[in-house]
């Protein structure tokens, strides 16, 4: 898969490397946010790979295709050649595989990242995260991106006792921390949780 050649940016599929443990299985299920792929989802900007480039990116999903696009954003008199790898198509792997969902995690992972490198990495991760969306929201405006781009809320489910019991702890622990961003977060259990109809 490539890109079509701009500002030196190649971008280039791994397609035809034989499959190997580091590499995709050969045979993916069919995803149905994928089903009518993009015209540009499989292009391919030239026919062999460059033997040279000043930047390689690694995937063409959501963090390659945003690294390509703001380093040559971000400096008007670029003159470096970007490539970029995919093992398939634009936006095939996660990033096309959840439908185009772009969610913070205000408090799962957290808890992990603040056992690492203490509170205030953790909440910078999650402050990071929440920092994408209206990022995102202005890159799609600024280049008259035609999508279905909805800035909405989220809402969790568990559907078993354990599981919620284990989330509220989890939750509980960042509340804890006293992060700002979780004055935005609300846990409903038991009766509370028939008064939610929508996010």
């Known amino acids: 898969m490539q890109l079509p050649a701009s500002n030196g940016i190649v ?6 490397i034989p499959p190997t443990g580091c590499f995709p299985v050969p045979n993916p299920g069919e995803c149905f946010w994928q089903t009518q792929p993009h015209p540009k989802s499989n292009h391919r900007s030239t026919e062999q790979l460059p ?4 930047i390689v990116i690694i995937g063409a999903g959501y963090a390659g295709i945003s690294t390509a696009y703001h380093i040559v954003k971000d400096h008007k008199d670029f003159n470096k050649s970007i490539t970029i790898l995919e093992a398939r198509g634009v ?3 996660a990033t096309g595989r959840n439908g185009g969902h772009l969610r913070p995690d ?7 990242y603040i056992d690492r490198a203490g509170a205030r990495a953790g ?3 999650a402050e990071f995260e929440i920092a994408h969306l209206p990022a995102l929201k202005k890159v799609i405006e600024e280049e008259k991106i035609d999508c279905d781009f909805t800035l909405t809320r989220t809402i969790d489910v568990w559907c078993n006792g354990e599981a ?5 702890a989890t939750f509980d622990s960042v509340v804890a921390q006293k992060f700002e961003y979780m004055n935005d977060a609300i846990f409903y259990t038991g009766k509370e949780v028939e008064g939610v ?3």
């Open 123 to 125: 909440a910078e991760i």
């Open 164 to 168: 919620a019991a284990k989330a509220k």
């Open 106 to 112: 205000f408090y799962g992972h957290i808890p992990t």
């Open 11 to 16: 971008a280039a599929s791994t397609a035809e």
């Open 51 to 54: 033997e040279h480039s000043d």
């Open 197 to 199: 109809s929508a996010c």
């Open 91 to 93: 936006c095939s792997g």
